[in-house]
T-cell receptor, first 109, second 116 residues
Framework: GQNIDQPTEMTATEGAIVQINCTYQ??????LFWYQQHAGEAPTFLSYNVLDGLEEKGRFSSFLSRSKGYSYLLLKELQMKDSASYLCAVGDSNYQLIWGAGTKLIIKP | ETGVTQTPRHLVMGMTNKKSLKCEQH?????MYWYKQSAKKPLELMFVYSLEERVENNSVPSRFSPECPNSSHLFLHLHTLQPEDSALYLCASSQDRTSLTYNEQFFGPGTRLTVL
């Protein structure tokens, strides 16, 4: 079966760095997405990786290793507004997105 | 504001009611999606439309009936729902359903549905 695993909840301190991991097993691979979802709001796109390596975009970076079925989202200089759920999703061979259950990130002052 | 709107934002209905959810995208996209989001569960893809044609129906009960009259509008008709259908229903759109490069999905704010 197809499966996306990510931690349910993480806590970090304002100004610090946090890494959210995602492992996947899917039929085929057409890229890995990270989305951010604040409580009561729509998910919004953060990043896309289709090749191995690190993609950096401001305070956020996303890493992919296809051979290990592994990705992480790295958030630097954490701010209170980063408190949200972070969703990992993988495009399978039919271009459907297979979603993880999301990681709720709590930022403390 | 993502360019995808959904109405209503909240809906409470009894099991014998009939209601419809509406989604509209202002992005000129060709693909539209309905998802169900339940607490602490992954997003569940319900239906996919590409160029107004339904291309995916992921074993969704017949009490959910989608309609796509044009590429900008998507409806989800609901009838005789069960309490376990209570969830956040999200609509999304993307430029195309398939692409060799990334195909970001833009989500609406969702309809919070409660079935009594």
């Amino acid at each position: 079966g197809q499966n996306i695993d990510q931690p349910t909840e993480m806590t970090a301190t304002e100004g610090a760095i946090v890494q959210i991991n995602c492992t996947y097993q899917t039929s085929g691979f057409n890229g890995l997405f990270w989305y951010q979802q604040h409580a009561g709001e729509a998910p919004t796109f953060l990043s896309y990786n289709v090749l191995d390596g690190l993609e950096e975009k401001g305070r956020f970076s996303s890493f992919l290793s296809r051979s290990k079925g592994y990705s992480y989202l790295l958030l630097k200089e954490l701010q209170m507004k980063d408190s949200a759920s972070y969703l990992c999703a993988v495009g399978d061979s039919n271009y459907q997105l297979i979603w993880g259950a999301g990681t709720k990130l709590i930022i403390k002052p | 504001e993502t360019g995808v709107t959904q109405t209503p934002r909240h809906l409470v209905m009894g099991m014998t009611n009939k209601k419809s959810l509406k989604c509209e995208q202002h992005l000129g996209h060709n693909a539209m999606y309905w998802y169900k989001q339940s607490a602490k569960k992954p997003l569940e893809l319900m239906f996919v439309y590409s160029l107004e044609e339904r291309v995916e129906n992921n074993s969704v009960p017949s009490r959910f009936s989608p309609e796509c009259p044009n590429s900008s509008h998507l409806f989800l008709h609901l009838h005789t729902l069960q309490p376990e259908d209570s969830a956040l229903y999200l609509c999304a759109s993307s430029q195309d359903r398939t692409s060799l490069t990334y195909n970001e999905q833009f989500f609406g704010p969702g309809t919070r549905l409660t079935v009594l």
